[in-house]
């Protein structure tokens, strides 16, 4: 089945010591998403890429940066994390084009990230 | 700006019992309007969407319409199951830009 796939599953990392998070996908989608998301809340853009263009979004604080490398995967690196940071963070995908707007987007499962 | 107001949970409901939680928004635009579904440690599921206003979207017994002239997109289902216990979460889409609303826990008692 075509699926976003996130690792790991559960990330433990230290304060301060830098971490990447993965995400691939099958479904051949031109947009990959990384959300955080904490207890109970919405999920949060984080930022967005459109074929190999970034988009962060203007509250992204800078110690989030991402990378794709090719269509199939995208990894989010906390520089520094701290404690505030501790979260699920969610990949997503879409199909997008100037044609085909407002396409629903397609989950991974989520890495869970904790900071010791 | 653009925004997404869901009803809050949790929402307790014997097994069978009809189910309403109440999505409302604000946007500039015609959205796309969705319901995902977050089961216990996992991603966000597509539940249903809706393209345009009057559309009704569909899936797994839950319906919502798309009601620009309320500007809601309410989630229904006649008959809920104890497997239908999870976190909804509404939301709309302008572009490539989705937006969601805090999520509404429901819980399904047997």
């Known amino acids: 089945d075509a699926m976003v796939i996130q690792n790991p599953r559960y990330q433990v990392t230290q304060f301060g010591k830098p971490v990447t998070l993965s995400c691939s996908q099958t479904l051949n989608h031109n947009v990959m998403y990384w959300y955080q998301q904490k207890s109970s809340q919405a999920p949060k853009l984080l930022f967005h890429y459109y074929d190999k263009d970034f988009n962060n979004e203007a509250d992204t604080p800078d110690n989030f940066q991402s990378r794709r490398p090719n269509t199939s995967f995208c990894f989010l690196d906390i520089r520094s994390p701290g404690l505030g940071d501790a979260a699920m963070y969610l990949c997503a995908t879409s199909r997008g084009s100037a044609a085909r707007v407002n396409q629903p987007q397609h989950f991974g499962d989520g890495t869970r990230l904790s900071i010791l | ?110």
Not at chain 2, 42 to 47: D, I, M, R
């Open chain 2, 1 to 110: 700006g653009n925004s997404v107001t869901q009803m809050e949970g949790p929402v307790t409901l014997s097994e069978e019992a009809f189910l309403t939680i109440n999505c409302t928004y604000t946007a500039t635009g015609y959205p796309s309007l969705f319901w995902y579904v977050q089961y216990p440690g996992e991603g966000l599921q597509l539940l249903l969407k809706a393209t345009k206003a009057d559309d009704k979207g569909s899936n797994k017994g839950f319906e919502a319409t798309y009601r620009k002239e309320t500007t809601s997109f309410h989630l229904e289902k006649g008959s809920v199951q104890v497997s239908d216990s999870a976190v909804y979460f509404c939301a709309l889409s302008l572009g490539l830009k989705y937006i969601f609303g805090t999520g509404t826990r429901l819980k399904v008692l047997a």
